[in-house]
């Protein structure tokens, strides 16, 4: 190491080396020396330079077999930029870049790599045994809902990892001897330790969606109060003898994605646990900021976006407090260590903390390591001990990855499937249908003339082939043209002949994010407001009559509604803010659903009539639509059902045809603010007379528990079938009572009956290429 970065310790202050230590671990390090051998500690050496100088450098020290990876932590000031990351020029271009500054990965993973990651999986899924050999803890009296058995084995699970009183087949450290003398050795790292080093403080509760982690982790959060008092009291006591000021609460603080979770919880604890539970919603411009008030209470719940916008002050409020508990819902939201949101919740103290989670590793292995950096768990505190040991070896083909993986799985994880539970059964049926021949007509004339702007390199990027777009706008004119045909397919001859200029790039933007998604990226998009990397799915489309390339993550858009003039979110809040939005024009006015309780699909006629009459002819014919409001008039008077679509333009469509049919319905959609949603919902579920709900897709796959309906209806088919399996999850829940009845729509002889057959791999192919395996270009 030494001879490798030599020279580059003689070229100060062109080049800087930086060694990064972790206080904590150096001294505990220290600590448990017995002799000036054992006192090695590892750091991270971190070399800052000019960019132009990248290439020589990593050329200089793979010479020396040395290679650089990402640091855990560097200065935030430098971009990061890694010579020896591996790019594949074939797969180079094959993202489009969004308008919205969409920051996705710039090369997709070989095939292989992706495969095997899933077996890798699979086979630690497999491989666990402490699920089974838990015990049942019936929960504390003040529940008002009995844990079901799995949930009680969960208590159980999370009673042993906060008190340490966990089975020696599941401990990480083990008795063992060295040199004669008796230590304590740690099962993968081999570290040495004179005492035992205590195994408790947390964990990760990874059950799929829908088998009730929030319910388990409120039972925890009731059967310890008395002990949080207990340790939050002796903390004070002895903070007072040693003079410091540090505030120490019994509390439990949860963190979740949006401001719609801090009312799904609420009305969690409202329904399992009897009154005296204080809680405090830490969210909003009204929030409570008192230190006494937050430390006195039971729980408090806040959003990763409240405790980012804190962060750039020091000390923010909550972290002034040493809670008793800390819980991160969507826990994998903090997955990358360069974000404000992984920053901020790991640089919170707790005697606890925990993960909820139904997807730990997204999209690799790194995603989990995240997660035991927050959970402190030494020595995977560092993310570098976790690449070391798990992530390397994996990359290496060495089957100890997956040995060890299963001893963190079993010591730091619960991790069981809906396999366990006696859920209501789920049936699926297909709809495949034919166009009539006016539809085909439409469909082939469109198709051509998607073929000829194809050809002409005609995009949505100004000035086509002469300004250096010539690659990219091929690429994303074929992407369009496979988009156009797919609202086609939807909207038949109600839908007017195709043009350029008349597109809605609303509904073409949330389709490209769609698109991502299928690749298997987890792209995500980077909100102006808070300047966070937002998921896909849960994200507003943003489509401002400023016509911006502004985009705002949905919590953003919510706090924004509190100021004059934005209450309609029609403007763009920053160009709003500065003065550059243009004048109101009434005929633009898009009415939010939920605004009040009179709500009816005539509002819906109301703005599509405004807002699409060059989009949508009066009159026309569907084959889907018909098949669609047909299938939803079967028994509509004793189901309710959810209608899901990526676009807001066939939801409109579909509303005018309910409102024809007299069915009473309901919506939401990306621009529905999230304070408004949880009323939809709650209409939807205790209204009699509301029997369908419209919904997009993404919106539908986040944060929303749907369990009054009992029929969901796939109106087209997604890139990424897992999307469409997280909007069905949220209908197939514990509170389910009935058989969900599910309906996909197809038309033979389209793009749509590609999309079915293709898989992964190929749909990316198809989405950038159209190329067949025989290489001629084609889009259907």
């Given at each position: 190491m030494t001879k490798a970065l030599e020279p580059l310790l003689k070229e100060t202050p062109s080049i800087e080396i930086e060694a990064v230590g972790v206080t904590s671990a150096l001294c505990e390090?220290?600590?448990?020396?017995?002799?000036?051998?054992?006192?090695?500690?590892?750091?991270?050496?971190?070399?800052?330079?000019?960019?132009?100088?990248?290439?020589?450098?990593?050329?200089?020290?793979?010479?020396?077999?040395h290679y650089l990876q990402r640091p855990d932590y560097f200065k935030a000031q430098f971009p990061y930029d890694n010579p020896h990351t591996l790019i594949f020029p074939d797969l180079e271009g094959q993202l489009v870049e969004e308008e919205v500054r969409e920051e996705v990965s710039a090369a997709a993973k070989p095939r292989a790599e992706e495969d095997r990651l899933k077996t890798l999986v699979t086979e630690v899924h497999n491989s666990l045994s402490r699920a089974k050999e838990l015990?049942?803890?019936?929960?504390?009296?003040?529940?008002?809902?009995?844990?079901?058995?799995?949930?009680?084995?969960?208590?159980?699970?999370?009673?042993?990892?906060?008190?340490?009183?966990?089975?020696?087949?599941?401990?990480?450290?083990?008795?063992?001897?060295?040199?004669?003398?008796?230590?304590?050795?740690?099962?993968?790292?081999?570290?040495?330790?004179?005492?035992?080093?205590?195994?408790?403080?947390?964990?990760?509760?990874?059950?799929e969606m829908g088998m009730g982690k929030t319910f388990s982790t409120l039972a925890l959060i009731v059967q310890t109060i008395e002990a949080g008092l207990e340790w939050a009291e002796q903390k004070r006591s002895e903070e007072h003898t040693s003079g410091k000021a540090r505030r120490y609460s019994h509390a439990t603080l949860i963190v979740v994605p949006s401001a719609l979770l801090i009312n799904t919880w609420l009305n969690e604890i409202e329904l399992h646990i009897q009154d005296g539970l204080k809680t405090v919603k830490y969210h909003g411009q009204g929030r409570e900021k008192d230190l006494s008030e937050l430390e006195q209470a039971d729980v408090v719940i806040t959003t990763y976006n409240t405790l980012a916008s804190e962060f750039s002050p020091r000390k923010a409020v909550l972290d002034r407090i040493n809670w008793y508990r800390i819980v991160l819902d969507e826990a994998h939201i903090i997955r990358r260590p360069t974000t404000t949101f992984y920053r901020t919740c790991t640089d919170l103290e707790a005697r606890s903390r925990w993960c909820l989670t139904g997807t730990p590793i997204q999209n690799r292995l790194e995603d989990i390591g995240a997660l035991f950096a927050f959970l402190r768990a030494e020595p995977f505190h560092s993310l570098a001990q976790f690449r070391r040991f798990i992530c390397i070896p994996f990359e290496q083909g060495d089957a100890k990855a997956r040995d060890r993986l299963v001893l963190l799985y079993d010591a730091l994880c619960l991790r069981r499937t809906k396999d366990i539970l006696e859920l209501p059964s789920h049936n699926e049926r297909t709809r495949d249908l034919t166009m009539t021949d006016d539809e085909r007509r439409q469909y082939d004339k469109t198709f051509k003339i998607l073929l000829r702007y194809m050809g002409t390199g005609v995009s949505q990027y100004p000035g086509g082939a002469g300004h250096g777009h010539d690659h990219r706008s091929i690429k994303f004119g074929q992407f369009q043209a496979h988009l156009q045909l797919r609202i086609l397919c939807n909207h038949g001859t109600f839908q007017k002949p195709f043009s350029w200029k008349k597109r809605d790039l609303k509904d073409e933007r949330a389709a490209e994010r769609e698109a991502f998604i299928g690749l298997?990226?987890?792209?995500?998009?980077?909100?102006?407001?808070?300047?966070?990397?937002?998921?896909?799915?849960?994200?507003?489309?943003?489509?401002?009559?400023?016509?911006?390339?502004?985009?705002?993550?949905l919590e953003c858009l919510d706090d924004c509604a509190d100021f004059p003039g934005m209450q309609n979110m029609k403007h763009c809040p920053l160009c709003h803010r500065f003065g550059n939005a243009p004048p109101d024009d009434q005929d633009d006015i898009v009415m939010q659903d939920g605004d009040d309780e009179d709500n009816t699909p005539d509002k819906d006629m109301v703005q599509e009539n405004s807002l699409h009459k060059d989009y949508f002819n009066r009159t026309g014919f569907s084959t889907k639509m018909n098949a669609l409001i047909r299938d939803v008039k079967e028994d509509v008077g004793t189901t309710k059902s959810i209608i899901f679509s990526c676009w807001t333009k066939t939801l409109n469509l579909i509303s005018r045809q309910l409102t024809k049919e007299k069915i009473r319905h309901l919506r939401i959609d990306g621009d529905c603010l999230l304070s408004k949603r949880q009323n939809i919902i709650d209409k939807f579920a205790r209204d009699g007379n509301a029997r369908v709900l419209l919904m997009t897709t993404g919106t539908g796959a986040f944060g929303l528990n749907l369990t009054a309906a009992n029929r969901i209806f796939l109106v087209e088919p997604q890139w990424n079938p897992s999307v469409e399996n997280q909007a069905i999850a949220r209908a197939i829940r514990l509170r389910q009572q009935k058989e969900v009845l599910v309906t996909r729509y197809y038309l033979r002889d389209t793009?749509?009956?590609?999309?079915?057959?293709?898989?992964?791999?190929?749909?990316?192919?198809a989405l950038f290429g159209f190329a067949r395996e025989d290489g001629e270009v084609t889009v259907a």
């Open positions: 390090q220290i600590g448990r020396a017995s002799k000036p051998e054992e006192a090695l500690v590892q750091v991270n050496v971190n070399i800052y330079g000019p960019r132009e100088r990248a290439a020589e450098i990593g050329g200089a020290l793979s010479d020396q077999k015990e049942i803890e019936i929960g504390d009296k003040r529940l008002k809902s009995d844990l079901l058995n799995h949930q009680q084995r969960a208590l159980s699970y999370m009673l042993q990892r906060e008190s340490g009183a966990i089975p020696e087949k599941y401990r990480l450290w083990q008795k063992g001897s060295h040199g004669g003398q008796e230590l304590y050795i740690h099962r993968i790292t081999k570290t040495r330790s004179q005492v035992r080093p205590e195994e408790m403080g947390g964990g990760v509760l990874a059950d298997g990226q987890g792209p995500e998009i980077m909100c102006d407001g808070c300047k966070q990397p937002r998921p896909i799915l849960g994200s507003t489309n943003n489509s401002f009559v400023e016509n911006c390339t502004h985009s705002f993550c793009v749509e009956e590609s999309m079915r057959s293709q898989q992964v791999k190929k749909r990316q192919v």
